[in-house]
């Protein structure tokens, strides 16, 4: 059974760091691609990063960029979600998400991780 | 880059009648859209990749159709389970990799 366990949330403040894990277990993690997908409080889903199974290529969206670091450990089963110079508008459940085999969708989700970005 | 409507904001009906969500896109992502379901406290859970493929595990009353810019995501009689937030997104022209608002269909 394939399983995603977030972990590393929790209350910041606005300028302050956080990082996120994901462990993965179930499946092959290091044939899979990973993302990273949040949802601000009572708001639609936002992809944030995605890292290539070998991790040679890396995405993430615009307002992320230069402050948010995704990163994999294949020998650990295990992504991460480095997070600097946080903002009140980072506050979002952050789900660790596979990509579908082939594909950019995402076929399996973690439960998520709350981030609080507040003074 | 890609902007994702989908319409109506919000739908209610009755278990047993038949849901049909849109979702429009803004240039085209060609046969490359997916559609997920999302119940509250609970993570989204993908219905539709592809336009019109079924995910593993979905029932046969959930369907996809379009192309180019115009989708439709039809559940074919409504159960009380699908009640439920419905998210379309692209994946033709990445990054970023785009979800829609999400359409709400609650119980009337």
């Known amino acids: 059974e394939v399983q995603l366990v977030e972990s590393g949330g929790g209350l910041v403040q606005p300028g302050g760091s956080l990082r996120l894990s994901c462990a993965a277990s179930?499946?092959?993690?290091?044939?899979?691609?990973m993302s990273w997908v949040r949802q601000a409080p009572g708001k639609g889903l936002e992809w944030v990063a995605n890292i290539k199974y070998d991790e040679t290529e890396r995405y993430s969206v615009d307002s992320v960029k230069g402050r948010f670091t995704v990163s994999r450990d294949n020998a650990m089963n295990s992504m991460y979600l480095q997070m600097n110079s946080l903002r009140a508008e980072d506050t979002a459940v952050y789900f660790c998400?596979?990509?579908?085999?082939?594909?950019?969708?995402?076929?399996?989700w973690g439960q998520g991780t709350l981030v609080t970005v507040s003074s | 880059e890609i902007v994702l409507t989908q319409s109506p904001a919000t739908l209610s009906l009755s278990p047993g009648e038949r849901a049909t969500l849109s979702c429009r896109a803004s240039p085209s992502v060609s046969g490359y859209l997916a559609w997920y379901q999302q119940k509250p406290g609970q993570a989204p859970r993908l219905l539709i990749y592809?336009?019109?493929n079924r995910a593993t595990g979905i029932p046969a009353r959930f369907s996809g159709s379009g192309s180019g810019t115009d989708f439709t995501l039809t559940i074919s009689s409504l159960e009380p389970e699908d009640f439920a937030v419905y998210y379309c997104?692209?994946?033709?022209?990445?990054?970023?990799?785009?979800f829609g608002p999400g359409t709400k269909v609650d119980i009337k």
């Open positions: 998400v596979r990509d579908k085999s082939g594909g950019w969708y995402f076929d399996y």
């Open positions: 592809d336009v019109s």
């Open positions: 179930g499946f092959t993690f290091s044939n899979y691609w």
């Open positions: 997104q692209q994946r033709s022209n990445w990054p970023p990799v785009l």
